[in-house]
């Protein structure tokens, strides 16, 4: 996320095709010195926070946002408007400090965690042949929720340490 003015924007600066930087630049309501808000993130750059942020304004504020998708399972963003100076304000001390973005942010973690969570025991049934117990998942989300990194693609975990993780507390055995 970086903070930039309409004519930092006119200028190149910031994450964006062309259509996206002149529908910025055409709209007559950003003065050159207003902020901007570039937002980007790829499953090669980019946060998590990013991509929660893009979430949240679309929204909560369709009205100061453009977006568009990227490769690479990306997206681009401009936020704009007076919204924008309030957004650095409450973020300044707390980076979730902004309205009610903390819930945001922390039910699209929850829900990362539980896909990933899911396609990874699923994973190991099908190709390890394991057998999962029926409480693996509510373990899982009890013993590891939050102790991985989200990123912009997923969960960031190690597979065979959370396979002999699961193995040594019995959530999961291998078939006969």
């Known amino acids: 996320m970086e903070t930039l003015t ?37 499953d090669y750059g980019g946060t998590f926070f990013d991509k929660v942020t893009i979430a949240y304004f679309k929204k909560y504020y369709k009205d100061n946002i453009i977006s568009e998708i990227t490769s690479y399972n990306g997206e681009n963003a401009f936020i704009f408007g007076e919204i924008v100076n309030k957004f650095i304000e409450e973020n300044e001390s707390y980076l979730l400090g902004f309205e009610n973005i903390e819930e945001f942010f922390y039910n699209m973690e929850y829900e990362i965690e539980e896909r990933d969570f899911k396609s990874f025991l699923n994973d190991l049934r099908k190709y390890s042949n394991y057998k999962i117990k029926r409480g ?7 013993n590891r929720s939050g102790y991985y990194p989200v990123l912009t693609t997923g969960v960031d975990f190690n597979s065979t340490e959370l396979e002999e993780y699961l193995v040594e507390n019995k959530q999961i055995i291998k078939n006969k």
């Open 6 to 42: 309409k004519l930092q924007i006119i200028q190149g600066i910031g994450y964006a095709s062309q259509d996206l930087r002149d529908q910025l630049i055409n709209n007559s309501n950003i003065k050159d010195t207003d902020l901007v808000l570039s937002c980007a993130y790829t």
């Open 136 to 142: 693996a998942m509510n373990f899982l989300r009890e």
